[in-house]
Nanobody, 122 residues
Framework: QVQLVESGGGLECPGDSLRISCRAS????????MAWFRQAPGEEREFVAA????????FYGDSVKGRFTLTRDFAKDTLDLQMTDLKVEDTGVYYC???????????????WGRGTQVTVSS
């Protein structure tokens, strides 16, 4: 059974940094992509970043490029998201997801964690 567990969310001020983590278990080797999405109240789920195991490439959403960085640890089967220069608009529930293709569309991902709340407020 595939499980994804997120951790590390919290309340931060604009300009702060925060690291959140996702640990996977039960993943089959064919699931080559781990990713983060986020969802603000009343908004659609938004692509944040993804890591593709086949070639080690990472992909970032336009709104987080240059501020967020992914780190993949295959030994622990974790995907960390280091967030810097946080903005109020980064607020939302951050979801870890697992799938076969690196896309920006939530429906293409099969497994999801329960999410971790990140709030950025002054």
């Amino acid at each position: 059974q595939v499980q994804l567990v997120e951790s590390g969310g919290g309340l931060e001020c604009p300009g702060d940094s925060l690291r959140i983590s996702c640990r996977a278990s039960g993943r089959t080797p064919s699931m080559k992509v781990m990713a983060w999405f986020r969802q603000a109240p009343g908004e659609e789920r938004e692509f944040v970043a993804a890591h593709r195991e086949t070639d080690g490439r990472t992909f970032y959403g336009d709104s987080v490029k240059g501020r967020f960085t992914l780190t993949r640890d295959f030994a622990k089967d974790t995907l960390d998201l280091q967030m810097t220069d946080l903005k109020v608009e980064d607020t939302g529930v951050y979801y870890c997801t697992l799938g076969w293709q690196a896309t920006t569309t939530p429906v293409t991902y099969t497994y999801w964690g329960r999410g971790t709340q990140v709030t950025v407020s002054s």
